[in-house]
């Protein structure tokens, strides 16, 4: 069994012989007793799963955050205090909430489980000198396989003899190119790019060919990336992180509280020590924020629905916030930043060059001279290559014209490019074809670089038309086409063929050269081959083709950068394409250092965390290369977002902060490892869903500074009872209190929650790692505005009720009708306080009037709930009874609707100031 990728590199380049020897089989493959001692020794080919937590231990996790624990010993402590339905209450939110997380962490997948997916079932291998089909579970090192086209390969193996024989290796390296195999050794660029080593999880895609398994199962290239994969442990995400240290920071407000009001209700108010603490508990339980978890839950819940619209699926609730914190995103080139579609965007004659319009495989543009459509019969050099392109060609392709639709090819992209050239060029393929029977084809092979055939034209004479790299093709070539006229090719011709090569290749523009040659009717095909056929030809022209960028990407790269997002293109694809198509898109400067896979082989650790912080591009990299290129941006703190469509990717999709895997043309490997499946695998997606994680998290912060401002005028008339001695009855009972936090409060907080993307918030940084959602701007709104304004309020209406009723020249009762009522004002006055503040916590600086006072409906359903609650409690006898309330007249109520009129109209002028001179000033 060979153990590692040198071990496979000795085997590939070892005489057959004695490679038959080293694995311990031969031609006539092994016997029935080698394939039970190999399978003994090296068990079935399968992907094995990763061990999975325990279910019990999963489901229980949703029960056992910090925050969640906190709510059951608030319930406890409820319950305790004799508020047994209060306590009820708490814990049946934690038990829903736990519910929909179980259900949301449930749609996540187990990535081995793709693997073992995409392995074929059946192989036909020799054994005992005959061939026979197995189960791929039963093949062995040693075993000889038999592979046609179409077939998924099983094993790693070497080709022991080949026909034609082509594998679509995408799976592995992520690039949609067919590779050349033979059973010679010549290792090309690339970590799978040996000609003589085929690998588990690719596809044979041409020809047939017979190899001998050097590794199997686990042991594979194929398995070390699952074992990869799985190896990767779950992290917490950073609002996990975050809100542990929330729930941390409130535990100790509320619980330092609580023994200041148990020491004060002792010292102050000679409470006995049992009536203390059974006031303090009260207090501790309404400073805990009861509607946190389901808050934050909704708003996450609530973003994955957003990000579904815009093309996004979102497995994991936390993903959707961990977003909003990217720093940075490792892309995919292909696919992700470009179509994906080859295009040829010039011909190249010696005469002159065309452009061709339209992009992608859409057979609406055309072959342009200058602003003129040039058409067939109009240049006869043109009309010579476009027939040599179409005949020359084995590719078929269905356009779809649809926006954003995927084009059906059969073949090679670089194929399907020129089968789209010809179309724009309106001609008649399929005529053509029938009029110019194939009666030759010499294949695409990596050695030669070119493909030939010969067709028989209408007047019985033979032709061989031929197109490759250029540098395959001018070796053959003896003379040019210029103008209709043949010629002998000269050194200055060759040099102006070179020159506008290399131009090209400098834009990251690729070509394909295009030759012919005229056959005598006498020549025997039955015996043509390349060394014999391919000579003497005459030059024609090139093809320049590309993958364009995407429409959109210009926008997307442009935000990424306006919200301090850097982009790192990691791409399989050559360092000068990559470099080109990168600048072109402004994903980075002329400057820009690219560091290809074997330069990143070389570099260790320190020397990559340093490189990935300036401007740099990585093409033609390895899977564990990717992998350690996302693991380096996170030691430098950075939040990482990967994308990815192959098997390969499938390490760095699981190690990044967020895995984001193509939907279209992704592995199922690739999106069950990931977070986060692009429906559309289309990068400004990504940006669009990166705009949601920022409103979510701010949404959070909205509801904390909303839900968090109550609590200083809940504990404000606390405060007046004890500091007085007793003197003035407590202006809001503990029953109060939590009305408002489990009662009026929640449905405006959770309509917080949904609130749209603020202008502006893909024009802030990154939030820094430093940075928590309780901070000092919260703490002063919360605190020091909202909540001191909303105390001073409500307050005031507890005093001028009772001196409407002869305070203070009457002492002031802690009982009876006066007491009630003044109770049920401060109750009131609170919630309406709670009303402005709802609207003023909409925005951090935005005019709340400019996004709408009444565009969020669930805020304006919550207000009209809390309004309705309020009036229950006040006018229902049963109610009164329970929340020691009383009626209202016309006058209190006036005075109630008219709070929250200032209070908007006060922060809008707050918020106005800070617009006109701070935002300003710092802008």
Not at 601 to 616: F, I, N, P, T
Not at 781 to 806: E, P, Q, R, T, W
Request: glycine share 6%.
């Amino acid at each position: 069994m060979v153990q590692d990728k040198q071990d496979k590199d000795q085997l590939a380049q070892m005489p057959i012989d004695q490679l038959y020897q080293s694995l311990r089989t031969s031609a006539n493959g092994l016997t029935d007793q080698q394939v039970q001692s190999q399978k003994a020794k090296y068990g079935d080919n399968v992907i094995t799963a990763a061990k999975g937590e325990n279910k019990l231990l999963h489901f229980l996790k949703n029960f056992t955050s910090l925050m969640a624990i906190l709510l059951w010993v608030s319930g406890f402590i409820a319950i305790f205090a004799k508020m047994v339905e209060l306590g009820i209450a708490i814990w049946a939110v934690n038990i829903i909430n736990g519910l929909f997380s179980y259900w949301q962490e449930n749609q996540a997948h187990k990535a081995s489980d793709a693997l073992k997916k995409m392995l074929p079932t059946q192989a036909t291998v020799i054994r005992n000198g005959k061939s026979e089909q197995i189960d791929t579970a039963d093949i062995v090192p040693g075993d000889i396989l038999m592979i046609a086209a179409g077939n998924s390969i099983s094993a790693d193996a070497r080709i022991i003899s080949a026909d034609s024989f082509q594998v679509d290796e995408s799976a592995l390296t992520g690039e949609s190119d067919l590779t050349d195999k033979k059973p010679d050794y010549h290792h090309g660029e690339g970590k799978f790019d040996e000609e003589n080593l085929i690998y588990a999880g690719t596809v044979a895609s041409a020809g047939s060919a017979k190899a001998v398994a050097l590794s199997t199962g686990m042991n594979t290239e194929f398995g070390k990336i699952a074992s990869l994969t799985q190896s990767q442990q779950a992290k917490p995400s950073p609002l996990e992180l975050e809100l542990n240290r929330l729930t941390r920071q409130l535990s100790i407000i509320a619980i330092s509280i609580g023994i200041a009001f148990f020491l004060a209700a002792i010292f102050f108010v000679h409470y006995p020590v049992a009536q203390s603490f059974i006031f303090a508990l009260g207090m501790v339980v309404a400073f805990i924020p009861e509607g946190l978890l389901p808050t934050v839950t909704l708003s996450l819940a609530q973003g994955v629905q957003r990000m579904a619209k815009k093309n996004a699926l979102v497995k994991n609730l936390n993903s959707v916030e961990t977003l909003g914190e990217t720093t940075v995103i490792a892309s995919d080139k292909t696919g992700t930043l470009t179509q994906n579609q080859m295009t040829i965007n010039h011909v190249w004659l010696p005469d002159k060059v065309f452009t061709v319009s339209g992009e992608g495989y859409v057979n609406n543009g055309q072959v342009m001279d200058g602003q003129a459509a040039v058409k067939p019969g109009q240049n006869a050099d043109l009309d010579l290559l476009m027939k040599a392109i179409s005949l020359n060609n084995d590719t078929t392709v269905t356009p779809n014209n649809q926006p954003g639709a995927q084009a059906k090819i059969v073949g090679t992209p670089t194929e399907a490019s020129l089968v789209i050239l010809a179309e724009k060029y309106q001609l008649a393929s399929k005529q053509l074809a029938n009029a110019n029977p194939r009666q030759k084809e010499l294949v695409f092979d990596s050695v030669r670089k070119r493909m030939s055939t010969v067709n028989k034209g209408q007047d019985g004479k033979l032709t061989l038309y031929t197109k490759g790299a250029l540098d395959g093709i001018l070796s053959i070539t003896k003379s040019i086409l210029v103008n209709g006229q043949v010629r002998a090719i000269t050194d200055d011709d060759i040099k102006q063929i070179q020159a506008a090569d290399e131009e090209y290749a400098k834009q990251g523009l690729r070509s394909l050269a295009v030759a012919y040659r005229d056959l005598d009717a006498s020549e025997d095909l039955s015996q043509a081959t390349a060394a014999n056929t391919e000579q003497n030809l005459t030059f024609v022209g090139l093809t320049i083709m590309a993958d364009p960028p995407r429409p959109e990407i210009y926008a997307a790269v442009k935000k990424a950068h306006q919200a301090g997002i850097r982009i790192i293109m990691v791409t399989g694809d050559g360092p000068i394409t990559a470099k080109s198509v990168a600048v072109k898109i402004g994903l980075v400067s002329d400057q820009a250092r690219v560091i290809t896979g074997d330069e990143l082989s070389a570099m260790a650790d320190e020397d990559l965390r340093q490189a990935v912080k300036g401007e740099v591009i990585f093409a033609r990299v390895a899977p564990e290369q990717k992998y350690r290129i996302v693991k380096a941006n996170q030691a430098n703190g950075e939040i990482v977002a990967s994308t990815g469509d192959g098997v390969n990717d499938a390490p760095a999709l699981k190690q990044a902060d967020i895995g984001i895997a193509m939907g279209a043309t992704g592995t199922d490997v690739a999106k069950e490892a990931a977070d986060m499946i692009l429906t559309d695998d289309n990068f400004a997606s990504i940006i669009a869903a990166i705009e949601e994680g920022r409103t979510v998290y701010s949404n959070i912060q909205k509801f904390l500074l909303y839900i968090l401002n109550s609590n200083v005028p809940e504990a404000f008339p606390s405060v007046l009872f004890l500091f007085s001695g007793g003197l003035i009855p407590l202006p809001l009972t503990v029953m109060q209190i939590l009305t408002i936090d489990l009662g009026t409060d929640m449905l405006p907080a959770l309509g917080l929650g949904s609130e749209k993307s603020e202008p502006g918030v893909m024009q802030e940084p990154p939030r820094s790692r430093k940075a928590h959602l309780l901070n000092k701007s919260i703490i002063w709104k919360a605190f020091g505005l909202y909540g001191l304004v909303a105390s001073i309020i409500s307050a005031g209406a507890y005093f001028f009720v009772n001196y409407a009723y002869g305070w203070p020249k009457h002492a002031l009762s802690a009982s009876g009708a006066v007491y009630a009522e003044a109770t049920t004002i401060t109750l009131a006055a609170i919630v309406f306080c709670q009303i402005a503040a709802a609207m003023n916590a909409r925005t951090k600086y935005t005019s709340v009037f400019k996004i709408g006072l009444f565009s969020n409906k669930h805020i304006v359903t919550g207000i009209i709930f809390e309004v309705i609650l309020i009036s229950l409690i006040i006018y229902v006898p049963f109610l009164q009874g329970v929340f020691n309330t009383h009626a209202l007249g016309v006058q209190e109520w006036l005075f109630l609707i008219a709070i929250p009129i200032p209070l908007i109209l006060l922060e809008e002028l707050r918020k106005w100031v800070v617009r006109k001179y701070f935002l300003k000033r710092n802008s």
